[in-house]
Nanobody
Framework: VQLVESGGGLAQAGSSLRLSCTFS????????MGWFRQAPGQEREFVAA????????RYADSVKDRFTISRDYTKDTMYLQMNNLTTSDTATYYC?????????????????WGQGTQVTVSS
């Protein structure tokens, strides 16, 4: 399985960005997908996840009501719509996936990772 993130960049506080994660090398609909982020000097933390069929989602408290995770089965792509960005959202954002239906925020449950895309939010 290969995952490639895109859509990161520089944004002003209060603005929006949409990240994409393109999946290949497997059956997209078999995988639970997730977004994680890592700020300099910090642990990689859970952001959001979506089940294999898109019926359920889960968010970190810090992004709830601002970020939306979704997936497009026609494009084998997952998205993270990020609204009302704050400087605390500055991090490298990683796409991850795992086989199976369990929706979990546990980083170690995801064996497949992308290379990350940088998001920098300025005040």
């Amino acid at each position: 399985v290969q995952l490639v993130e895109s859509g990161g960049g520089l944004a002003q506080a209060g603005s929006s960005l949409r990240l994409s994660c393109t999946f290949s090398g497997g059956t997209f609909s078999s995988y639970t997908m997730g977004w994680f982020r890592q700020a300099p000097g910090q642990e990689r933390e859970f952001v959001a996840a979506i089940t294999w069929n898109g019926d359920d989602t889960r968010y970190a408290d810090s992004v709830k009501d601002r970020f939306t995770i979704s997936r497009d089965y026609t494009k084998d792509t997952m998205y993270l719509q990020m609204n009302n960005l704050t400087t605390s959202d500055t991090a490298t954002y990683y796409c991850a996936c795992k086989i199976g239906i369990v929706l979990t925020p546990t980083r170690t449950a995801y064996p497949n990772w992308g290379q990350g895309t940088q998001v920098t939010v300025s005040s």
